[in-house]
RNA sequence: UCCUCGAUAGCUCAACGGUAGAGCAACCGGCUGUUAACCGGUAGGCUGUAGGUUCGAAUCCUACUCGAGGAGCCA
């Protein structure tokens, strides 16, 4: 016979009904009584289980009433409607196989977790019922974000993970090196000999695909990347994690404007297709998670985004009569409290915030006309707070050389980001978008640690 | 990295200077439609680690480790 998956008799469930079936998945709870019993079964294929009934005319009745959380099993039977109330229909088992046996010290149980705890057991908690939710859901918007962007056209970029520039600015890096830590070559002055390490130069994971980006975008004119990014930040807070996934769309005769237009419409789309494609899970985290979730998401959908310039954004927090613990004032960077302010309590929705102080920001933000403002944008949401940021590049190269100059960058190593700026250089934009953050405001998780399968966090690279 | 809080049975917690407990899980038994199944029983602990105060420390003090929240850095 071939197995038949739980979502399979969710969604097609006439077809199956009153039919002979075969299914495998993983053992959830066990109600044994004394001639008969019940298993929920799951088998990952969607978030609901399948509640199979047995009784003492199987040969191994005793040993299914013994099965402990946890275990394998493949159940052949009759489909039927259920009496029960909990759910429509059940499998009256023919015969149910023991496949792998879980040990009586299984970490999880039918009762509640704390995500604390389930961290320590990342190998075990995608089998429980939220983890089961956040990956689907992860999967899902994955998915989603090719299909917004190939849909428009948009060329997928793989940018180096390895990189040969330890300035991109966005972070301290990670090094990438074959030497022998022990006895390491030197060179007459003392310092390290990188020529003699594999590149033959340093080398360190990337934190951030965009001026590779940015050079594709010059022959693609619409490009996106989303790969992994490695961040050394001894940062321990629930939005950072060292290792992370990043969307950096790129684009190419645009600008700011355009660019945010792009960026509303992606989060739109993202979170439209997440709650028609994962309406199951979406309601269990809604219900167990964050009861706000859907109604946020939801707005999230039907209401345009705030457009708001740094300017106007210091005079609604000098206005507001609101305590702050820091000082607000033009020229300084906002506080995560002032932009909680601005999109949870001022305008409760998603708020652009553009045109910050030059100072503030990235060397390649293109210079506005003012003479002191950049064309930069970050997209706040309520319960994330910065979930994007991104700006119109600086396409002028004497613009960008000046910039280069003033913050000490050096620019033979951005000999071919200038290049692009020399052959055809046009007005473009982009954003990074990152992915964990996104996952976090479709889930309602609060911890980035819990919408990665295996993070990794300052002290902690286990599994 | 800074600030605050926490660490007691496998899990979730109680005991707050005087013999360390409960629920769930595990194990044994009962139960003819369960749904975090239910009912009865058994076992389970050098109270995160190392010092200190005290007649006596899970409880008070110090350091460290790990975890959580806030801040910074950012996505």
Not at 211 to 238: D, H, I, Q
Not at 330 to 355: C, N, S
Request: charged share 25%.
């Amino acid at each position: 016979m071939i197995a038949i998956t739980i979502k399979e008799l969710y969604t097609d469930t006439e077809k199956y009904l009153n039919q002979n079936i075969l299914i495998n998945g993983w053992v959830r709870t066990v109600r044994a009584s004394k001639s008969f019993g019940f298993i929920e079964v799951n088998d990952g294929s969607y978030f609901l289980n399948l509640q199979v009934v047995y009784n003492e005319k199987l040969a191994n009745f005793q040993a299914i009433s013994r099965l402990g959380a946890g275990s394998a099993i493949t159940a052949v039977g009759l489909l039927v409607e259920s009496p029960g109330a909990k759910q429509p229909f059940e499998l009256k088992a023919a015969s149910v196989e023991i496949q792998g046996l879980a040990a009586p010290d299984y970490p999880l149980q039918k009762k509640r977790h704390t995500f604390e705890y389930l961290r320590t057991q990342a190998h075990l908690r995608p089998r429980t019922n939220a983890f089961s939710a956040v990956f689907r859901i992860r999967s899902v918007a994955s998915f989603a974000i090719h299909k917004f962007f190939q849909d428009k056209g948009f060329v997928y970029v793989h940018t180096p993970i390895i990189t040969g520039s330890d300035a991109e600015g966005a972070g301290d890096m990670f090094r990438v090196s074959t030497l022998d830590f022990s006895r390491l070559p030197r060179d007459g002055k003392g310092t390290v000999d990188f020529t003699r390490d594999f590149f033959g130069k340093e080398t360190n994971l990337t934190v951030s695909g965009q001026l590779e980006a940015e050079a594709y975008c010059m022959a693609f004119s619409k490009v996106y990347t989303f790969g992994p990014t490695f961040r050394a930040e001894n940062s321990n807070t629930p939005r950072h994690a060292a290792e992370f996934w990043m969307i950096e769309p790129e684009i190419a005769f645009a600008g700011l404007t355009e660019n945010m237009d792009l960026a509303e419409a992606m989060l739109k789309f993202i979170v439209g297709y997440v709650l028609e494609n994962t309406p199951e899970e979406m309601s269990f985290l809604n219900k167990f998670v964050d009861k706000s979730l859907l109604k946020r998401l939801e707005n999230a959908i039907n209401t345009d985004f705030v457009h708001i310039t740094y300017t106007e954004a210091v005079e609604i927090l000098k206005k507001s009569g609101q305590q702050f613990e820091y000082q607000v004032d033009w020229g300084i960077d906002l506080q995560t409290e002032h932009e909680r302010y601005i999109t949870e309590k001022h305008f409760a929705r998603p708020v652009f915030i553009t045109d910050y102080p030059q100072e503030i920001k990235a060397f390649y933000m293109r210079m506005n006309d003012d003479g002191r403002t950049v064309a930069a944008m970050d997209l706040l949401v309520p319960g994330i707070g910065e979930l994007i940021g991104g700006s119109q590049r600086e396409e002028r190269p004497d613009y960008l050389q000046k910039r280069m100059d003033e913050l000490g960058l050096n620019k033979e190593d951005y000999w071919w980001y200038l290049d692009i700026r020399r052959y055809g250089g046009v007005k473009h934009a982009g954003f990074g978008l990152g992915f964990e953050r996104l996952l976090m405001y479709l889930t309602g998780m609060a911890n980035i640690r819990d919408v990665i399968s295996f993070p990794r966090t300052p002290k902690n690279a286990e599994f």
